[in-house]
């Protein structure tokens, strides 16, 4: 009798797992080859060593640069290669458009980034793109925004006089300022009660992004208590207040005549297309939110985690902090600082900020694609609906493309006469590209020149007596954030 009653309780639910596995393994066969998934877990028992990009290269060598990879009972298809990466984000960009549904984030489905490429994306991208056109256009707004918040961290910096600082939460903050200050038109004290709730669900969404994530992979996890689902009840107790009451507050002060940020930019560019007898799509309240919600978190982080990478390397490069400096002072003439105008005559800078993105690759993985139709990746077949991976992380540190990528060396970008040359990084994507390329990677690029071009006139970075040099691997997470070290920040003046 007890076996009886065992057995019915135990038994479906173990022909069930059964069931679900032969059926995944014979999914894998419609997929390019791969490694042979594990019973519940895929095969995320490769992933526990490395960081994962670097994970997803070694295993590129044995299966090739395009691979079927199991996580959970979500089969994805891995591309390592520029070619194919080429073709997923740009060349059949609009066949890989869309994105998974993540469990838990559906709300988040009504905004830019997370909606596949259907109208209700293109009107998003449309107003999001004419919004930031505000700033992208001259760049005065966005460089004048970054030039104020900088004179906030050169004072503090200035205070510490040569004492061994931890200084990658102040990058943080500084960045996350900028971006508060062209969102909402308010610079923030760093104890201030909203700001901090900013920073906190900031920090929580990232979390919260890789951990659901794993919950959509592996279905079964959603009947056990997770993580997941705690991070984000906080998010939107913390985050849904503080947008809904800046919006709110814009409305009531708006003038389009006289627009102070992209909210206002973004409720004009609303405004006016829900004016449209023709558009079949309606921008609300929720959808601009949540544009805000993508331009804090995709503004920040990136460029936070580059500008703190930047640091790292000038520690282990130290001849480049001269280098750069004796260039600016050239071009300065030492009585100013650079300007957006000075930008292409200081070649080694430009080198140098697009050699610290290609090695850090601070969005290695860029965001999961999904196919809207049956297509191809270098003539691998790809079925509709299938989820893609971008490595980005592999293009830009691959022997083929680069020599030494693993090396720090700014002059791969110089051409023979010294000067900066773009073109010469083929193998180069660290905004993405296509339909689905970072519509802020105009101001992303200020950003980083304001800053680190203040930063290198006005100090020079030393390792701290304390400590080894920092780390060259990343912390875990979505982006790769440097682990956390500790600088001597010295003034020149």
């Given at each position: 009798?007890?076996l009886?009653?065992?057995?019915?309780?135990?038994?479906?639910?173990?022909?069930?797992f059964?069931?679900?596995?032969?059926k995944?393994?014979?999914?894998c066969?419609?997929?390019?080859?791969?490694?042979?998934?594990?019973p519940?877990i895929?095969?995320?028992?490769l992933?526990?060593?490395k960081?994962?990009?670097?994970?997803?290269v070694?295993l590129?060598?044995?299966?090739?640069?395009?691979?079927?990879f199991?996580?959970?009972?979500i089969?994805?298809?891995i591309?390592?290669?520029?070619?194919?990466?080429h073709e997923?984000l740009?060349?059949?960009?609009?066949?890989?458009?869309?994105?998974?549904?993540i469990?838990?984030?559906?709300r988040?489905?009504?905004?830019?980034?997370n909606?596949?490429?259907?109208a209700?994306?293109k009107?998003?991208?449309?107003?999001?793109s004419?919004?930031?056109?505000?700033?992208?256009?001259?760049?005065?707004?966005?460089?004048?925004?970054a030039i104020?918040?900088?004179?906030?961290?050169?004072?503090?910096l200035l205070?510490?006089?040569?004492?061994?600082v931890s200084i990658?939460n102040?990058?943080?903050?500084t960045?996350?300022?900028?971006?508060?200050?062209?969102?909402?038109?308010?610079r923030?004290?760093q104890?201030?009660?909203?700001?901090?709730?900013i920073?906190?669900?900031?920090?929580l969404?990232f979390?919260?992004?890789?951990?659901?994530?794993?919950?959509?992979?592996?279905?079964?996890?959603?009947?056990?208590?997770t993580t997941a689902?705690?991070?984000?009840?906080?998010i939107?107790?913390?985050r849904?207040?503080?947008?809904?009451?800046?919006?709110q507050?814009?409305?009531?002060?708006y003038?389009?005549?006289?627009?102070?940020?992209?909210?206002?930019?973004?409720?004009?560019?609303?405004?006016?297309?829900?004016?449209?007898k023709d558009?079949?799509?309606k921008?609300?309240?929720?959808?601009?939110?949540?544009?805000l919600?993508d331009?804090?978190?995709?503004?920040?982080?990136?460029s936070?985690?580059?500008?703190?990478?930047?640091?790292?390397?000038?520690l282990h490069y130290?001849?480049y902090?001269?280098k750069?400096f004796?260039?600016v002072?050239?071009?300065?003439s030492?009585?100013r600082?650079?300007?957006?105008?000075?930008?292409?005559?200081?070649h080694?800078?430009?080198?140098?900020?697009?050699?610290?993105l290609r090695?850090?690759?601070?969005?290695?993985?860029?965001?999961?694609h999904k196919?809207?139709?049956?297509?191809?990746?270098?003539?691998k077949?790809?079925?509709?609906?299938?989820?893609?991976?971008t490595?980005?992380?592999?293009?830009h540190?691959d022997?083929?493309y680069?020599?030494?990528?693993?090396?720090?060396?700014?002059?791969?970008?110089?051409?023979?006469?010294?000067e900066?040359?773009?073109k010469?990084?083929?193998?180069?994507i660290?905004?993405?590209?296509g339909p689905?390329?970072?519509?802020?990677?105009?101001?992303a690029k200020?950003?980083l020149?304001?800053i680190?071009?203040?930063?290198?006139?006005?100090?020079?970075?030393?390792?701290?007596?304390?400590?080894?040099?920092?780390r060259?691997d990343?912390?875990?997470?979505?982006t790769?954030?440097?682990?956390d070290?500790k600088?001597?920040?010295?003034?020149?003046?």
């Amino acid at each position: 009798m007890i076996l009886k009653v065992i057995g019915s309780i135990f038994f479906p639910p173990l022909i069930w797992f059964v069931y679900s596995y032969i059926k995944h393994l014979i999914e894998c066969l419609y997929y390019p080859k791969g490694p042979v998934p594990l019973p519940f877990i895929g095969n995320t028992n490769l992933l526990r060593k490395k960081e994962t990009c670097k994970e997803f290269v070694n295993l590129g060598k044995i299966y090739g640069d395009i691979f079927g990879f199991s996580i959970g009972s979500i089969r994805y298809v891995i591309v390592n290669n520029l070619e194919g990466i080429h073709e997923v984000l740009i060349k059949k960009g609009s066949q890989f458009s869309g994105r998974p549904r993540i469990i838990y984030w559906s709300r988040t489905m009504n905004s830019l980034i997370n909606n596949d490429l259907n109208a209700t994306f293109k009107v998003l991208r449309k107003i999001t793109s004419s919004s930031l056109k505000i700033y992208a256009e001259g760049l005065v707004g966005m460089e004048k925004r970054a030039i104020e918040e900088y004179t906030h961290l050169n004072k503090k910096l200035l205070s510490l006089k040569g004492q061994a600082v931890s200084i990658k939460n102040m990058i943080e903050l500084t960045t996350l300022n900028i971006i508060c200050t062209i969102l909402f038109n308010q610079r923030y004290e760093q104890d201030d009660d909203e700001f901090q709730n900013i920073i906190k669900y900031s920090n929580l969404s990232f979390k919260a992004f890789s951990a659901s994530n794993l919950l959509s992979s592996i279905p079964w996890l959603r009947y056990f208590p997770t993580t997941a689902s705690k991070y984000i009840q906080e998010i939107e107790r913390l985050r849904d207040p503080i947008l809904k009451r800046k919006l709110q507050e814009h409305r009531k002060s708006y003038d389009e005549n006289n627009l102070r940020d992209i909210t206002d930019a973004l409720i004009k560019a609303s405004i006016h297309l829900n004016a449209e007898k023709d558009s079949l799509i309606k921008v609300t309240d929720d959808n601009i939110q949540f544009i805000l919600n993508d331009l804090i978190l995709a503004g920040s982080e990136t460029s936070s985690s580059t500008i703190t990478w930047f640091i790292v390397y000038m520690l282990h490069y130290p001849e480049y902090q001269d280098k750069i400096f004796n260039e600016v002072i050239k071009v300065t003439s030492g009585n100013r600082y650079p300007c957006l105008n000075d930008r292409p005559l200081l070649h080694l800078l430009q080198a140098t900020i697009h050699e610290t993105l290609r090695l850090s690759s601070v969005a290695p993985l860029g965001l999961r694609h999904k196919a809207m139709e049956n297509s191809t990746i270098c003539d691998k077949p790809v079925l509709k609906g299938t989820l893609i991976i971008t490595n980005l992380w592999s293009i830009h540190h691959d022997e083929r493309y680069w020599k030494n990528p693993m090396s720090f060396y700014p002059e791969r970008w110089l051409n023979e006469t010294g000067e900066f040359d773009y073109k010469l990084g083929n193998a180069y994507i660290p905004f993405s590209g296509g339909p689905r390329a970072c519509l802020g990677e105009t101001l992303a690029k200020t950003e980083l020149f304001v800053i680190i071009s203040r930063l290198v006139t006005d100090f020079y970075f030393e390792k701290s007596v304390e400590e080894d040099l920092p780390r060259l691997d990343s912390f875990p997470g979505v982006t790769r954030s440097p682990y956390d070290f500790k600088v001597v920040v010295v003034s020149r003046s």
